[in-house]
């Protein structure tokens, strides 16, 4: 007989109904409990076993279920919460117990998802073939008839006509209508002592009468599940408890993780989307509050404030307030948006779910994934690997091309590792993602380890191995296979760091109390062989973020906020008060760069003024790559330095701090008539009360000749930390930004003109040209639709702009309005006969006129080429002759 088999037969022989731990049967056997317990796991994967608790672990005998599914909706629940880990396992011990399981009770707090839990049961239930596919699930809250114990107990058990005032007919109960099922009693501390006693006499033997009956005894085969909030030795009779061997508690939302959290909330927005059979927008501020507020009441009111959210997105979508069914943070309740505040409980969600510059996510009826998340699957090596695996046997690749490639990916995976995991977690602050234990755990393998290789291994292996193993446990937990493809070829290529690796699972066994499959030893020996081979060669590639904001503590201020949220000291801070010359600012900026070697590119965020030049002055003395962004906030920093370290470049940094801009989302509307939708605007814009940016308004308005149905002025008064960028945005949504009038620069390619500019009117002039502009363009819209046959002339005029603008830009010179008609008009109507298959004018002495304008014969060219490639055509010479006689007359210069 084999070992497992002995192992398996001694379970049965010791399990008295709660269950047996690996040492006891090792004791008994004379055999190691690693080897038992690896055996006793075989047999929960086989179905003859179950484990029961957490520490220590128990295991329960199963007899043998024949056509075990893969695959059980408690399995898929347990994989979104895994605290329930202990939940689950009594609950498929419970129904696996021969011969007919057993009665459960179910605690919890109001709201945890008791009867949710019960359905899940009744569904294992079937799917392991304990109970027929058409077997009853009776729900019967007992609260409903607590204040009538007759009537109570006559909806259980039925009642025989005449048993009490108005039973005028025999009726059947609940426990005979559930006959081969479930009956799930919620509430059940409302049940009446009398109720108690006749349902422990049926859970005794399975018989029980009427009411009022007294010669007819009556058989149900009825599994009972009841539930309560309340502590069951205080307010239940002790013959009734007895009789339920397994008692579940369900722990209450604040108790569950984060990551179950955003599982649940991403499944009730899923349900709400199928119901309504549309997507659902959820900005990522409201996700970030339902994670975060307080919920007393646990999932059922996380489920109804979502479901209410919802409603309210859905009314203002059919009323057409909203294009879509968008749920924004402003929209919900004080009390969900309180937890937009309560970040600093919640530090990992700006690393692990909620993207800042992705502003909403998309849930969708017929997607398990949310659209806009970032791809998770190569997180850790096992789903890596699981990934990998699956894709390149998809491929039809095998044998030994299938080994060379997972080898490939493998080394990559740990060549990279090291850099990403510190680039997320510093050591400080490595116990708030893995917990305390697998800290402890960490810190004893790294002290043998170091004994045995006789090296000092890198704190970039510590932080790297607790992700890793805390991976590693989470896998085992919910129980998925821990498989190392390569695992044969790391023994021969790291056989010293293997050896070690293997006695390093012993020390996780037993301080974690769990038992880790060889596989495992693979990648430990391989975290220990590339630890210290790449991290410096990576750091050379990373980008600095430095902040220099006007002020005594302003930017160190942002910079400590920035690295506390991050768990990081990554960002850099330069205070500047305001009596310190920007030169002696500058100075002590690059005696720092100077002192710290830094030789890597910079990101400068800065607020305003003079330090916005900085960056230019330290790429030319440093010979470094700089970016500058202006208007810098704390949430800026907190993106750039997110990116920054996660290893993006200069460039990718620099575009997705910008996006903070676009995307911050507590949202100030701006109130905008209907009947201004599609207007094109100037904006202006003041920080000292919203006075000052009407008076400007007033000044615009007598001096400036505008149709008000086509363009308008608008004034804004920027408070706080508000971003000019979020106000520019809300009104680019309704209409187009001509210019903008400002006291101070902003990052934009608006045109923009300062407030003293405005005040002594030296702006009204050339904000009269892009309004004169802008009409001349409207009107020739409406003259090209009747002109043109070959293309269209909204097209063109668009396309047309930008080959004016590239000429403009090129000459360094501005056109008229009159002639930009006669330009537009022109190459209009050329590129619609080029098109159409029309003869070309020749230009007369074509070859001298070239000659004698070589410089913008080049210039126009070259614009020309964007046309061709456009619409298909060959502008020829003759025709780019005639474009340029309207570039070659100071006559229409201004």
């Not at 317990?37 to 029961?52: F, I, M, P, T, Y």
């Not at 205080?234 to 008692?247: A, G, N, Y």
């Amino acid at each position: 007989m084999k070992r497992i088999d002995i192992v398996y037969q001694k379970l049965k022989e010791l399990d008295k109904g709660i269950g047996v731990s690996a040492s006891d049967i090792a004791d008994s056997l004379g055999l190691s409990r690693a080897n038992v317990s690896s055996d006793l796991n075989r047999l929960c994967d086989e179905g003859k076993a179950v484990k029961v608790g957490t520490k220590p672990v128990l295991f329960r005998y199963v007899e043998e279920i024949s056509n075990k599914r893969e695959e059980t909706s408690l399995d898929k629940f347990l994989e979104k919460n895994p605290s329930l880990f202990s939940a689950v396992e009594q609950a498929k011990a419970a129904i696996l117990y021969p011969p007919n399981g057993m009665h459960i009770l179910i605690l919890g707090e109001t709201g945890v998802g008791k009867s949710m839990f019960a359905e899940l049961i009744h569904k294992y239930a079937i799917e392991m073939n304990r109970m027929d596919e058409n077997s009853p699930f009776i729900v019967f809250n007992c609260a409903d008839y607590a204040n009538n114990p007759q009537l109570l107990v006559g909806q259980l058990f039925g009642s025989k006509k005449g048993a009490y005032t108005g039973a005028d007919y025999d009726k059947v109960g609940l426990i005979e209508k559930a006959d081969g099922g479930i009956l799930f009693l919620d509430e059940v501390h409302r049940l009446p002592p009398e109720g108690q006693e006749m349902f422990f006499t049926f859970m005794d033997k399975g018989i029980f009468r009427r009411l009022g009956e007294t010669d007819l005894e009556r058989k149900s085969n009825v599994l009972i599940i009841s539930a309560t909030t309340e502590n069951p030795d205080s307010i239940l009779l002790k013959t009734f408890t007895r009789r339920i061997p397994m008692i579940i508690r369900l722990p209450s939302l604040r108790e569950r993780s984060i990551d179950e959290r955003f599982n649940l909330i991403c499944q009730f927005i899923r349900e709400e989307s199928n119901k309504l059979g549309r997507q659902i927008i959820v900005s990522v501020n409201s996700m970030k509050a339902f994670l975060s507020y307080n919920c007393p009441n646990n999932i059922g009111q996380l489920k109804t404030d979502i479901q209410l959210a919802c409603a309210k997105a859905y009314a203002d979508f059919v009323s057409n307030k909203k294009e879509e069914i968008k749920i924004n943070s402003i929209d919900l309740p004080q009390y969900i948006r309180n937890g937009l505040y309560m970040e600093t409980e919640h530090r990992q969600l700006w690393n692990k779910f909620l993207e800042i510059n992705k502003r909403y996510y998309v849930f969708d009826k017929n997607e398990e994934n949310i659209l806009f998340e970032e791809d998770s699957s190569k997180d850790n090596i096992y789903e890596m690997i699981d990934s990998k695996m699956k894709e390149l046997k998809n491929m039809g690749l095998s044998g030994e091309e299938l080994d060379k490639e997972m080898e490939k990916d493998i080394n990559d995976y740990f060549e990279k590792y090291f850099h990403k995991v510190n680039k997320i977690i510093d050591v400080s602050d490595i116990e708030n993602v893995v917990g305390i234990e697998i800290v402890q755990t960490v810190e004893e393998i790294i002290k043998y380890a170091e004994k045995r290789l006789k090296k000092e291994l890198s704190k970039e292996l510590y932080c790297g191995m607790a992700v890793h193993i805390y991976n590693a446990v989470e896998r085992i937990k919910r129980n998925r296979k821990i498989v190392n493809p390569q695992l044969n070829r790391i023994r021969t290529e790291h056989s010293e760091e293997f050896n070690v690796a293997l006695d390093c699972l012993k020390i996780i066994e037993r301080v974690l109390d769990v038992s880790m499959p060889i596989d495992e030893a693979g990648f430990l020996a391989m975290l220990f062989a590339y630890d210290g081979r790449v991290v410096k060669e990576q750091e050379k590639k990373d980008v600095k973020v430095i902040v220099i904001a006007h002020g005594t503590a302003t930017a160190s201020s942002m910079v400590e906020t920035a690295n506390n949220l991050l768990g990081t000291k990554y960002a850099i801070g330069i205070n500047a008060p305001l009596d310190e010359k920007p030169q002696q600012v500058i100075s002590r900026l690059k005696a720092y760069l100077k002192n710290a070697g830094i030789k890597s590119d910079i990101l400068f965020l800065v607020d305003m003024g003079s330090l916005t030049t900085f960056g230019e002055e330290i790429e030319k003395e440093f010979g470094i790559r700089t970016k500058t962004i202006p208007l810098v906030s704390t949430l800026h920093v907190i993106e750039a330095t997110r990116k920054a370290m996660m290893g993006y470049s200069l460039d990718e940094v620099y575009d997705e701090t910008l996006n903070v801009n676009t995307f911050l989302e507590i949202e100030r509307k701006v109130d905008l008539d209907n009947e201004m939708k599609g207007k094109i605007s100037i904006v202006t814009v003041c920080t000292t009360g919203e006075g000052s940016a009407v008076a400007v308004k007033n000044i615009l308005d007598k001096h400036l000749k505008y149709d008000s149905n086509i363009f308008e002025i608008v004034p804004i008064n920027l408070v706080g930390t508000e971003s000019i960028h979020t106000r520019l945005r809300d009104i680019e949504r309704e209409n187009k930004i001509l210019c903008i009038v400002s006291s101070f620069k902003i990052d934009t390619s608006i045109p923009q003109y300062g407030l003293h500019e405005v005040l002594s009117l030296e702006a009204i002039k050339p904000i009269q040209r892009l309004i004169d502009i802008e009409n001349t363009y409207l009107k020739m819209g409406d003259t090209l639709e009747n002109q043109l046959k070959n293309i269209s002339s909204k097209s063109v005029l668009q396309d047309i702009r930008k080959f004016i603008g590239a000429i403009e830009g090129e000459l360094n010179t501005k056109i008229n309005t009159n002639a930009l008609i006669g330009i537009a008009l022109h190459v209009a109507c050329m590129i619609d006969r080029l098109k159409g298959g029309g003869s070309v004018d020749e230009f007369v002495d074509r070859g001298k006129y070239i000659l004698e304008n070589r410089e913008l014969y080049r210039i126009v060219k070259k614009s020309c080429e964007i046309l061709n490639k456009k619409y298909d055509i060959n502008i020829s010479d003759d025709e780019i002759c005639y474009i340029m006689t309207f570039f070659n007359y100071k006559t229409i210069l201004k």
